[in-house]
């Protein structure tokens, strides 16, 4: 199979533009869509990272859209209906297979991991981001691949697991080259170092089976 990887800016697409300005981060994966004359309409499921009243800001300006059709938000796990242009068509047809959840950043970008039996779909998806989206293509490999973690978004995290690794990401943590260490984010949280440690570290034993490759 083959594989790509795109990142875009999200200043163009419906939940994207939004998330800069609540500061909220979604991991999103479409279940299912069907095309209409003018549009393609797309049920979604995914999670939701920041601060609860960021949250329900960021829900109460999404669903004032009239693209948006249905949208509930339960703690950090969403799920929706939402319009999506025809020529999305690209993205949402029987050669894509999303092989892991889109992620939609609170810094303005979102990035999209999708595979195809041949390449010649995935050079149309990539053409389609960087007219409509001015984005570019991160990589495009052969290779197969061992899972795709869409049974389940993620798996239940404590409030406390929750905050320490939603504190991590958003401040690189996860980033390569990493923009901040361990003391750095217990002294962000109000925590002690060991206890943030705990914190984080049950909560990626919980997710690293669900957001890993390979």
Known sequence: MWIARLKFPSE??????KAPKYLVDLFGY??????TKEWIIV??????????????EFLKDLKKEKRVL????????????????IYAKAVYNSDI?????AYISSKGFESITIGAFKREPLI?????IEEKYKGNLISIQQKKIKSISIAKIRPELTKKQKAAIELA???????SPRKIDLKQLAKLSGLSFSTYQVHLRKAEEKLIPYFFEE
């Open 43 to 56: 049920n979604i499921i995914g999670i939701i990272f920041g601060k609860d009243k960021n949250k329900r």
């Open 30 to 35: 479409p279940l299912s869509y069907f095309y």
């Open 97 to 101: 297979i999303h092989t892991a959840p």
């Open 12 to 17: 163009r697409t419906l939940i994207g533009s």
């Open 169 to 175: 990401i958003k401040n690189g943590y996860y980033h």
């Open 124 to 128: 149309k998806v990539n053409k389609i």
């Open 70 to 85: 249905n949208f509930e938000v339960n703690e950090d796990f969403f799920i929706g209906t939402i319009k999506e242009p």
